[in-house]
């Protein structure tokens, strides 16, 4: 079925952006032939609805939206619609904080430690030497930890506490790990040094400034806002709306909300050296550079699928951008990806280019078909590829091995096995420092787990003494636990996500 897609015209001529082509040496990008193949990548990836806007020297190319807010509920998508824009999110605390180094505030090598006091990770050195750069970079040597936030109730401090419980996953400064919750640490910086809570300095000094007047920097304040797209995921093989995931506990991670109208104003502020459309200043140019400085080697396991058609011959990361090599010319770039919605953010300095894409599926890949299908028209006109075909062949066949992956996982069941203990038994209370705590309670004749208001649900017995929880948010898919016992044959643990809880109660 073809997705309905808000008309060219419409939002070309609202935001008053001009449909003749860009002459390109001979060759042309043309808004109306770009808005068609968009239309078809978006029926093509099965996407719901997505909305894409191009700037060129310090201009609106394009923007557009197609498809639907809500399968249910229906609404076009335009070019004003709101969508979580993940971890491009990055990018803006990063500024923030480059914001701060041009008023002598801070520096980027500052030890963490100097602005939170109370900062502390299991390794006494690393706290005492973590500096604000580290926290930018993927690359202080510690995992990632997600579990700490993700699905719960909870809260920075109550993150930050328990994360100082982390091992240490490599040596520090020697490799990369993506790492959400150093970048809650770099917000509580940016608060702690401006006087003012993370979401109000971006107000303050990023979305008022650039006009970004649909922008928020919370779920909690997309409520009641009539053009907000909802999350859609693939559960037990149906396409539908989900729950949205709040990313507000690890906020300068990951939570803002904004329109590729609103984020054009933002790349093309970047693209200007920090100078706004209406000539204010919002960084310093040398800030700027360092924003995009590389600053650590991005290893293949560490990087993007797309590495594989691109082939770039360096993969690295700046503060708050991934980097490659591509035509000849150095791409920034950055996803964003939470339960039901991406972004992709993509910028060629060199050329004053840049590309936003948002959509409401989850990891529908097409936003990295259209960043490069850009990136060709102005960097190789006579050569421009159809990343569309290209990249969902290969995410197909990426989809493809990992059900294979999956069900040879199911092969090592142990068939006809039952609980080998009474169901009352692995009742109880389990955690430790790190994870925090669940509660397995007996429902009938059902064991179920609860860990957050986004992670519970029922407990299916796999073999022995392993159980598999199918949580009641269904996109989560299924999670693996198995309990322990002691010596004496009772339940004294539960392992789950790698970690191992003790028995509580």
């Known amino acids: 079925m073809r997705v309905p897609r808000f008309s060219t015209a419409a939002p070309l001529l609202l935001l008053g ?12 990008f043309s808004p109306e032939d770009f808005d068609h193949y968009v239309a078809e990548a978006v029926d093509a990836w099965g996407a719901v609805g997505l909305a894409v806007s191009v700037v060129k020297d310090g201009e609106l190319l394009f ?35 480059g914001m701060l180094v041009d008023e002598g505030r801070l520096a980027w090598d500052d030890p963490v430690s100097q602005y939170l006091p109370g900062f502390r990770l299991s ?9 604000v750069r580290d926290l930018l970079t993927h690359r202080a040597g510690l995992g990632n930890a997600d579990f700490l936030w993700y699905g719960l109730e909870t809260d920075l401090d109550e993150v930050l506490h328990r994360f100082s419980n982390a091992p240490l996953a490599y040596s520090p400064r020697s490799a990369f790990i993506y790492q959400n919750i150093m970048y809650a640490a770099a917000g509580a910086v940016v608060e702690a040094v401006s006087g003012l809570p993370w979401e109000d300095f971006l107000q303050r000094r990023i979305f008022d400034p650039l006009g970004m007047d649909e922008t928020v920097a919370l779920l909690r304040d997309i409520e009641g806002r009539p053009n907000v797209a909802t999350p859609h995921h693939v559960v037990d093989g149906d396409l539908r709306p989900i729950g949205n995931a709040s990313v507000d506990p690890v906020k300068a ?35 700027v550079d360092e924003l995009f400085r590389p600053q650590a080697l991005v290893t293949e396991s560490g990087f993007y699928p797309t590495a594989r058609l691109t082939e770039p011959r360096w993969t690295t990361y700046g503060l708050g951008w991934f980097q490659h ?5 150095k791409i920034d770039f950055h996803t964003g990806s939470i339960d039901g919605m991406v972004a992709i953010a993509g910028l060629v300095r060199d050329e004053g280019l840049g590309v936003y894409v948002l959509a409401n599926r989850d990891h529908v890949e097409v936003r990295h078909a259209l960043m490069y299908r850009v990136f060709d028209h102005f960097l190789a006109p006579e050569d421009v590829r159809d990343w569309s075909v290209e990249l969902k062949a290969l995410y197909d066949d990426l989809g493809a091995r990992a059900d294979v992956t999956a069900a040879a996982a199911a092969e090592g069941r142990a068939a006809g096995t039952s609980p080998i203990h009474a169901l009352e038994d692995y009742v109880g209370r389990f955690g430790n420092d790190l994870y925090g705590h669940v509660e397995v309670t007996l429902r009938g004749d059902e064991l179920y787990l609860e860990r957050g208001p986004g992670l519970r649900g029922p407990l299916e017995h796999w073999h022995y003494d392993t159980f598999r929880a ?32 003790t028995r509580l109660e």
Not at 258 to 268: A, C, G
Not at 477 to 484: D, K, V
Request: aromatic share 8%.
């Open 123 to 131: 390794d006494p050195w690393l706290t005492r030497e973590v500096t």
């Open 470 to 501: 199918r949580w009641e948010a269904g996109w989560r898919g299924r999670a693996l636990m198995s309990f322990h016992v002691d010596a004496g044959g009772k339940i004294s643990a539960l392992e789950i996500q790698g970690q191992v809880l």
């Open 63 to 97: 923007a557009a939206g197609y498809g639907t807010r809500d399968l249910r509920e229906g609404g076009p998508v335009d070019p004003g619609t709101l969508f979580a824009i993940g971890s491009t999110t990055k990018a803006m605390t990063a500024a923030a904080l």
């Open 325 to 329: 090599d591509y035509r000849g010319r």
């Open 17 to 28: 952006v001009s449909l003749a082509p860009v002459s390109l040496g001979g060759q042309a």
């Open 253 to 287: 991670a990951g939570s803002v909300w904004s329109s590729v109208d609103d984020m054009s104003r933002w790349m093309r502020m970047l693209l200007d050296r920090g100078e706004a459309p209406d000539g204010t200043r919002l960084l310093r140019p040398e800030t």
